[in-house]
């Protein structure tokens, strides 16, 4: 469902929780057109870029997921005008239609997420494009909290 759903997560962990999905600004930072270890497909968004990291937590403070976007500059004002939102919410108020194209499933293991979680990996993630008007809007790439396991069960291998 969160991987390859083309929904908004931000929305699908509302829902899963039944607390609203806060941000947690980690970073947001000019890079130019630095390739910044981004996917690959981040360079399709307009140069130069800003890089925005966030949690995405509960509004009792936990955290579920990290993302990190990656904006062409000039434009990230335009839809992320309270930055304090998740994506979903700034691009709603805006009516902005997007498709989201998913570009790739990641599955593996970090020391970083595994301290910032409180839980051990492997983790899941992926990344995304979001086109507007035919044009790439911003790449994003997200990681999902074990936690989720307490609402969806536990995933068993075979």
């Known amino acids: 469902m969160f991987l390859l759903g083309d929904g908004s997560p931000t929305r699908h962990l509302q829902l899963l929780t039944g607390e609203k999905t806060e941000v947690d600004l980690i970073d947001m930072s000019a890079i130019g057109m630095h390739p910044d270890n981004a996917p690959e497909q981040m360079q399709v968004v307009p140069g130069p870029r800003v890089r925005r990291q966030v949690w995405l937590r509960t509004a009792s403070g936990q955290r579920l997921a990290y993302a990190c976007s990656w904006w062409e500059a ?85």
Request: charged share 20%; hydrophobic share 40%.
């Open 74 to 158: 000039s434009h990230v004002d335009e839809y992320l005008q309270n930055r304090s939102l998740p994506i979903w919410a700034s691009l709603e108020r805006l009516r902005t239609e997007l498709y989201r194209d998913v570009q790739g499933i990641y599955y593996g293991n970090s020391a970083a997420l595994e301290s910032a979680f409180g839980f051990s990996g492997p983790f899941w993630g992926r990344h995304y494009l979001f086109w507007h008007h035919g044009q790439p809007l911003t790449l994003i790439y997200e990681v999902f909290s074990p936690y989720l396991t307490k609402y969806l069960g536990a995933m068993e291998l075979e």
